[in-house]
């Protein structure tokens, strides 16, 4: 049976905020101190991204967290798919959405559907909680265009569209998003140290914490 998934926005000077939101997750694994087995790939598999986020882990109980091999030279999907299988928890880590769901191969992506059916934990922060959702944007251009946008899927685990701790910024990536997904559309922003949570049919737990946007009359609106 499916369980909650956990989509967290961290940010400067929320580690122990994190530290408990992460302890939530843990606890709803079933398992006192989880084994964790953690996706990189939108950081590149970087063990310095590892090593930042390993002391929140051990502060939220885990006994474990082991790297699955996904990204760059070390890349290893059997290697992977066994860590991921034997983890209590699979984490999504931070860095960039594209980047992290293109080191995700389609055979990953069936075995991680499937460990969800079958009632693995997932949690994501920031690029990894955005991974865990519908959809995100893509630019042709590096400047980021309005124009040259287009949409691609993400792992859609949470039935909406999530952004993190863009709200100084005005949270102009999700809106782009949601705008792109055309009329109707309702995506969400997750403040800096603030948390969503999707139940076990994706729907997100109310929570008035977080930003709504809604794609109205062809626009991206907050509110």
Not at 50 to 72: C, D, M, N, Q, Y
Not at 202 to 210: A, K
Request: glycine content about 14%; overall charge negative.
């Amino acid at each position: 049976m499916r369980k909650n998934v956990y989509l967290l926005a961290g940010g400067p000077g929320n580690g122990g905020s994190t530290a408990a939101q992460l302890r939530a997750a843990f606890e709803n694994s079933g398992e006192p101190h989880p084994a964790v087995g953690y996706i990189g790939t939108a950081s590149g598999d970087s063990r310095r991204f590892l090593g930042w986020f390993e002391p929140a882990f051990r502060r939220a109980g885990a006994a474990s967290v082991t790297l699955a091999p996904l990204a760059g030279r070390g890349a290893d999907e059997r290697e992977a798919a066994r860590i991921l299988r034997a983890s209590d928890v699979i984490f999504l880590s931070g860095g960039e959405v594209e980047d992290g769901m293109r080191a995700l191969s389609a055979s990953v992506r069936v075995l991680l559907r499937e460990l969800l059916e079958d009632g693995k934990q997932f949690a994501g922060l920031s690029a990894g909680s955005i991974m865990l959702g519908r959809a995100w944007p893509h630019w042709d251009d590096e400047d980021n265009r309005p124009e040259d946008a287009s949409l691609f899927d993400c792992l859609g685990f949470a039935d909406a569209i999530f952004d993190t701790h863009a709200e100084s910024e005005g949270w102009p990536e999700l809106r782009k998003a949601v705008a792109l997904a055309g009329e109707g559309t309702v995506g969400w922003g997750i403040p800096s140290g603030e948390m969503a949570v999707a139940d076990a049919d994706g729907r997100l737990v109310p929570n008035d914490r977080l930003v709504r946007c809604v794609c109205a009359g062809g626009r991206a609106v907050l509110g």
